[in-house]
């Protein structure tokens, strides 16, 4: 098993930066073009959707597989590898899960209580606005330090001296 954590690692992390920059560049811009009533119930059915054990798994996963590998790498005494898988893992910790925990969950969370059929067009309006322009804003930070994490996944996967490669710098 050895061998296949910094794979898996950076297999975990490409499959949740792929989808939150697959978000950033077709569901956002589609939000962008739908009316409020239909942005509120598109969003409160995704947000309330997306909580199932397979995004769970892409999305804590690589927390779990970048300890294994990095103390892999350590014990190894490969310090530049475990450098690099130690600083992928801060970045994916606090840029990505940190950011949803405490930005986008908490957003999701108040706009779960938005009752449509309660509010009026504008009152719908302005939840709308106070909720996409933040919640964008917070996708984005997260889409980039999932990107930037699994760049160095690549990375160290290319320095690796034991672990499967699946990159050859």
Do not use: C
Request: overall charge positive; hydrophobic content about 50%.
């Amino acid at each position: 098993m050895k061998g296949y954590t910094l794979l898996i690692t950076t297999f975990l992390t490409g499959l949740s930066s792929g989808l939150f920059y697959a978000w950033a560049v077709s569901v956002i811009p589609g939000t962008k073009r739908i009316g409020d009533m239909a942005y509120v119930e598109t969003m409160q059915s995704i947000n309330r959707a997306i909580i199932n054990p397979w995004f769970i798994v892409i999305f804590l996963g690589p927390v779990l597989f970048y300890g294994l590998s990095a103390v892999n790498r350590f014990q190894a005494g490969d310090i530049k590898t475990f450098t690099i898988i130690l600083t992928a893992g801060i970045v994916y910790l606090i840029g990505t899960i940190g950011t949803t925990a405490f930005g986008n969950i908490p957003l999701n969370e108040a706009f779960d209580k938005v009752s449509i059929s309660m509010e009026s067009g504008v009152s719908i309006q302005r939840v709308r606005e106070a909720y996409e322009t933040k919640w964008n804003r917070l996708h984005l930070i997260r889409t980039v330090f999932s990107v930037m994490a699994f760049l160095l996944s690549l990375v160290a996967s290319s320095l690796s001296k034991t672990s499967i490669s699946i990159i050859n710098f």
